[in-house]
T-cell receptor, first 112, second 115 residues
Framework: EAQVTQNPRYLITVTGKKLTVTCSQN?????MSWYRQDPGLGLRQIYY???????DKGDVPEGYKVSRKEKRNFPLILESPSPNQTSLYFC???????????FGSGTRLTVV | DQQVKQNSPSLSVQEGRISILNCDYT??????FLWYKKYPAEGPTFLIS?????DKNEDGRFTVFLNKSAKHLSLHIVPSQPGDSAVYFC??????????????FGPGTSLSVIP
């Protein structure tokens, strides 16, 4: 089944403790992206990647890092999480420029 | 400044009637528009799209209309069914700063279809 898999689904952590949210896709998509969803703000792009070793900042990149060492994986790294990073995170991938993304099921992150 | 706006946070419609979800955008460089549907505890799923060279695209019960001069698009669902109850995100792409087209999402409209 074609899918984007992200883990964990739920995570509660403390301020400053480094964490990684993993994302993997099995569709051989070149484009991958991370979004966060907050009430009233919709989905805002954090980082995106056009291909292996090619990444760039989205609209809200502060406090986040990403890497794209393999085509299928695009982890999101929070080096020092803060409470304002409490949010619902989605990883997505796409074959082409049209933006019809396939999304993962989401990661609900709470930073206390 | 939101480039993609969905001014109705919520909408309630009777089963069998038409649902109309609206979306406005500000950037005239957008050339591709999409609608996504999201159920609770799931990721958004792609529903329907339209290119700026068209003014209408239909897929079963779902039709998207684009009015480029007004920078407005709408999603029509006919007839509405209880299973259509979800959050609907409008999205736009086509900013040609690089070879990659960022997708900009609106804030979403929560649709409730009442049986």
């Amino acid at each position: 089944e074609a899918q984007v898999t992200q883990n964990p689904r739920y995570l509660i952590t403390v301020t400053g403790k480094k964490l990684t949210v993993t994302c993997s896709q099995n569709m051989n998509h070149e484009y991958m992206s991370w979004y966060r969803q907050d009430p009233g703000l919709g989905l805002r792009q954090i980082y995106y990647s056009m291909n292996v070793e090619v990444t760039d900042k989205g609209d809200v990149p502060e406090g986040y890092k990403v890497s794209r060492k393999e085509k299928r994986n695009f982890p999101l790294i929070l080096e020092s999480p803060s409470p304002n990073q409490t949010s619902l995170y989605f990883c997505a991938s796409s074959l082409k420029r049209t933006g019809s993304y396939t999304f993962g099921s989401g990661t609900r992150l709470t930073v206390v | 400044d939101q480039q993609v706006k969905q001014n109705s946070p919520s909408l309630s419609v009777q089963e069998g009637r038409i649902s109309i979800l609206n979306c406005d955008y500000t950037n005239s460089m957008f050339d591709y528009f999409l609608w996504y549907k999201k159920y609770p505890a799931e990721g958004p799923t792609f529903l329907i799209s339209i290119s700026s060279i068209k003014d209408k695209n239909e897929d079963g019960r779902f039709t998207v209309f684009l009015n480029k001069s007004a920078k407005h698009l709408s999603l029509h669902i006919v007839p509405s069914q209880p299973g259509d109850s979800a959050v609907y995100f409008c999205a736009a792409s086509g900013q040609m700063k690089t070879s990659y087209d960022k997708v900009i999402f609106g804030p979403g409209t929560s649709l409730s279809v009442i049986p």
